[in-house]
């Protein structure tokens, strides 16, 4: 017998070819994807661009009937929704992060880890549901009432909370938003904060210092970039969240001072509107909408991993 | 205020705090999971599961919408599941290192966390403008697209797990890559790859956005892939926002079903990781 048999040498190359390529082909479709999206989001929004010119983006009024549309009001709205979201989930998450690496006993480490993540993973609409029936009931009997008696009679903050409490609105939808990203901040964080060597902080402890110094003085400045790019991945969720919105809004394409009146954001004018858009300029409209908050959040999400991908780099050198 | 003092204060606020933020995120997610408990069983009954959904003001279940979900969900992962793996593999093993993997890691991590409605639109886009009308297999696409990046990612990170030294022996026996990857490391990596399948069927299962343009809904029974299929998220949307009580608790219902089914897989694919580093652990 012959150690080596030259037609199964040769058959063997094939597959390997055949295996190759099929490998090569499926990577090189990821890019092919994203490409796609790219030009069939240009082409669709191109009717829209090519009628309204810049004054797309820098106009209010969003009327169906006049065939008018400006994308002010909801890019407003998304990133209005979206600072609130961050406001809240950043120092909550950060807390949350913490807990879990400086102060969690080890019996809970887990569990608790673990039940944040699941709450990374209810779908957003579960988000929406409860936003609309349990949430917003109880800030416009409670905590609505409250912001205007109490902060809207102060001057320049108080613009931000007047007018009727409508349960639904701006600050309902950041405040589900914040909810929703929370899970993905604290536990980008967390990860992170797990990269610092031990030696750094048991420095810090040897010096000393507090936990709360430790964190501040040694884990934060170490993990920087990390809690940025986790930060920015936070945003780029929110920013690009449609179904939890969509249900507590409001949809109205206007501006208003205050947090306390319904808005509308790219992702639920687009998801209300779609299917009932008629005509090509106010679907092309819808598109253009899309195509801005692709740009949005593709540059949000990709200097996020920057950051974060930096960071691995440095952990992988162990400096 | 000693300054010893006033350190020891300002510690005990911050971790305070920090304590008082857990709480709040734990009680979040047990605040969200008691309402579509309670809401959710009261609307829980067998109809649900043997009824079409209804119009407004009569009886009827959600077997259209779950029938529905279950196909384009399944769909989804047999057409992106594949490519994920596959593009995964290349990273691992063929394009370690290269530029072009560098690239493609990049932008799949960007897809990863991309907004699921933009992934709607581009389906509307290329496949139901071409066609004509909504359907099943347009919804099933933007699923599709939707599970690649996150089997890519785990098929990756598992085949870089297994250890080199499997591949060498199997490259010292004279076998080719490919043989080398379906025989040896393809079962090493079983579970993990398996854990990203999960996780995808978790991530798509309750995605609404891409499927409101796409697969759009349908009140009746169809099983046609060509025309639009009811799913249980959009149906969700629109009975939830519907002004009839009955409509809600179907979608309460809808709401718990979608929920302990994804929870479920999210739980089954981290034990399955777990019994992996386990395995690893023993030197298996």
Not at chain 1, 34 to 59: D, N
Not at chain 2, 78 to 86: A, N, Q
Request: charged residues 10%; hydrophobic residues 55%; positive net charge.
């Amino acid at each position: 017998m012959a150690i080596i048999d030259p037609r199964h040498a040769a058959k063997q190359l094939i597959y390997e070819r055949i295996f190759r390529s099929a490998t090569l082909s499926a990577a090189i479709l990821v890019l092919l994807i994203l490409g796609g999206v790219a030009v069939s989001l240009v082409r669709g929004a191109w009717p829209a661009v090519a009628h309204f010119g810049f004054s797309f983006v820098t106009r209010e009024i969003w009327n169906p009937v006049t065939d008018e549309y400006g994308a002010l009001a909801p890019i407003y709205g998304t990133v209005v929704t979206s600072l609130i979201a961050m406001l809240l989930a950043v120092p909550a998450g950060f807390g949350i992060a913490l807990f879990l690496t400086e102060l969690c006993p080890p019996l809970l480490k887990r569990p608790i880890g673990v039940a944040v993540e699941l709450l990374a993973a209810v779908p957003s609409i579960i988000f929406g549901i409860w936003g609309l029936f349990v949430l917003a009931p109880v800030l416009q009997r409670h905590v609505q009432p409250w912001l205007i008696a109490h902060v809207g009679g102060i001057p320049v903050v108080g613009h931000l909370f007047k007018g009727p409490p409508f349960g639904i609105g701006i600050l309902t939808a950041g405040i589900v938003l914040a909810i929703m990203v929370l899970p993905f901040i604290a536990a980008t964080m967390r990860d992170v904060f797990d990269t610092v060597p031990p030696m750094l902080k048991e420095s810090g402890y040897g010096l000393g210092a507090t936990t709360w110094e430790v964190m501040w003085n040694v884990v934060v400045p170490h993990s920087r970039v990390g809690i940025v790019g986790g930060v920015m991945l936070g945003l780029g969720r929110a920013l690009g969240e449609t179904m939890a919105v969509t249900f507590v809004i409001g949809n109205a394409h206007r501006i208003s001072s205050s947090l306390l009146a319904p808005g509308t954001t790219i992702s639920s004018a687009i998801a209300n509107e779609f299917t009932e858009a008629v005509g090509d300029l106010y679907t092309s409209s819808l598109i253009a909408l899309g195509l801005l908050l692709f740009l949005i959040t593709f540059t949000v999400i990709a200097a996020a991993q920057a950051m974060l991908r930096r960071l691995e780099r440095r952990a992988g050198t162990g400096v | 205020m000693s300054r010893r003092a006033f350190r020891k204060a300002n510690n005990a606020v911050f971790l305070v705090l920090s304590l008082i933020a857990t709480m709040t995120g734990l009680a979040c997610l047990a605040a969200i999971l008691w309402t579509l408990i309670s809401h959710g069983l009261a609307g829980m009954s067998l109809h649900l599961f043997t009824q079409m959904t209804p119009p407004p003001g009569s009886q009827g279940g959600l077997l259209n919408a779950l029938y529905g979900s279950a196909v384009m969900t399944l769909l989804g992962i047999l057409i992106g599941s594949p490519i994920g793996v596959l593009a995964g593999t290349y990273l691992a093993e063929y394009g370690r290192g290269s530029r072009l993997s560098t690239v493609i890691r990049f932008i799949n991590d960007v897809l990863l966390s991309a907004p699921s409605i933009i992934i709607g639109l581009f389906i509307y886009e290329i496949v139901v403008v071409r066609m004509g009308h909504f359907s099943a297999i347009a919804g099933a696409l933007a699923l599709a697209i939707l599970a690649i990046p996150v089997t890519l990612r785990t098929t990756e990170d598992m085949l870089n797990l297994v250890p080199v030294g499997m591949k060498d022996s199997s490259a010292a026996l004279g076998a080719y890559p490919w043989r080398t990857t379906l025989s040896v490391l393809y079962p090493a990596a079983r579970s993990g790859i398996v854990t990203g399948l999960l996780l995808a069927i978790a991530r798509i299962s309750g995605e609404t956005a891409p499927l409101l343009f796409t697969a759009l809904n349908n009140q009746f029974w169809s099983t046609q892939l060509n025309a639009p299929m009811a799913n249980l998220p959009v149906v969700i949307f629109q009975f939830a926002l519907s002004p009839y009580k009955d409509w809600q608790n179907l979608a309460w219902a809808g709401a718990l079903i979608i929920t302990v089914t994804i929870l479920l897989l999210s739980i089954s694919a981290r034990v399955l990781l777990a019994l992996l580093q386990a395995d690893r652990g023993t030197g298996r």
